[in-house]
């Protein structure tokens, strides 16, 4: 039974081929075409706009599929989520939809846009967001470069940021966040509850999860006497609780545990002079917590 599963083309699609391929899930993309076979035979990519990634998975094109929780929200469709995926093309965090306007503007919150354009890609949530707050504003849709229509064309935008600093270069200020959003895996709801299809598709959030805990973390075995191990375990900023055995000589031990990579730097020079002794670091593919 083949699953079929959707890739997010555009920004995200690196990351999200370099998280699969970490998760143990390559697959494999020609640049001319839409479609992507994996190392398992069971499950086919398809690279599909994460704008309309909700639409084919609620249609049953595909069984599930990575996408943004925005336009899951902006596409009022009914999926199954079934995971998140919290990364970026930078930051490997959330993003935000945030309202904004011209630097000079005399605009400070969104009351005070009641009868004025708004330019968004996102123009579903955009408008339900003025409703609830109950000011009465024109949403046009932007096809893109939207950072730059306002004033002349617009006199407001709502456009998703990581860090801000597309908004800055364009001399935008930001009012409110509109938004926050992730990237999700979903699927299917008939898929879902078929019970092969969903053990795949909750195998691969598994997967995943597991290759998202792993990035930015090494795991580190190192070896210590007896009258040692006290200080070197004070030292470990383990991730759980370090994994402790002998060695065949009963007054040593081996001590295997998990660290973020930054901490590394620090962190062995001080196991060394902790007396730890044949310290190894080494990479992770995956963290199953």
């Not at 075409?33 to 609620?58: K, W």
């Not at 929780?69 to 995971?83: A, M, N, R």
């Not at 190192?222 to 402790?244: E, F, G, S, W, Y």
Request: hydrophobic share 45%; net charge negative.
């Amino acid at each position: 039974m083949k699953l079929r599963i959707g890739i997010p083309k555009g920004s995200l699609q690196e990351a999200t081929l370099q998280l699969l391929a970490q998760a143990g899930l390559p697959a494999y993309t020609n640049g001319r075409s839409y479609f992507a076979t994996t190392a398992d035979p069971d499950i086919d990519c398809m690279l599909i706009r994460a704008q309309e990634m909700a639409r084919y998975v609620e249609h049953g094109a595909i069984d599930a599929g990575l996408t943004g929780l925005d336009w899951v929200i902006e596409s009022g469709l009914e999926v199954v989520s079934v995971s998140d995926l919290i990364y970026a093309k930078r930051t490997r965090g959330k993003v935000r939809w945030v309202l904004a306007v011209p630097e000079d503007s005399p605009y400070q919150r969104a009351e005070d846009l009641s009868q004025k354009i708004i330019a968004t890609e996102l123009v579903n949530v955009t408008r339900n967001y003025f409703c609830k707050k109950g000011v009465e504003v024109r949403v046009e849709f932007s096809w893109g470069a939207t950072e730059v229509k306002a004033p002349m064309l617009a006199d407001a935008i709502v456009e998703v940021t990581e860090t801000g600093s597309s908004l800055r270069a364009n001399r935008l200020r930001i009012l409110e966040t509109v938004l926050e959003s992730n990237t999700q895996l979903i699927a299917n709801k008939s898929s879902y509850e078929d019970r092969e299809k969903r053990r795949k598709i909750d195998n691969l959030a598994l997967m995943l999860q597991g290759a998202m805990q792993a990035q930015d973390r090494v795991g580190l075995m190192l070896n210590v006497h007896r009258r040692d191990l006290a200080a070197v375990l004070a030292v470990l900023p383990a991730l759980q609780k370090p994994t402790i055995s002998h060695l065949s000589d009963e007054d040593w031990f081996a001590v295997n545990t998990v660290i973020d990579e930054a901490a590394a730097w620090e962190v062995i020079p001080r196991l060394k002079a902790e007396q730890a002794e044949g310290i190894v670091e080494y990479p992770l593919n995956k963290v199953v917590l």
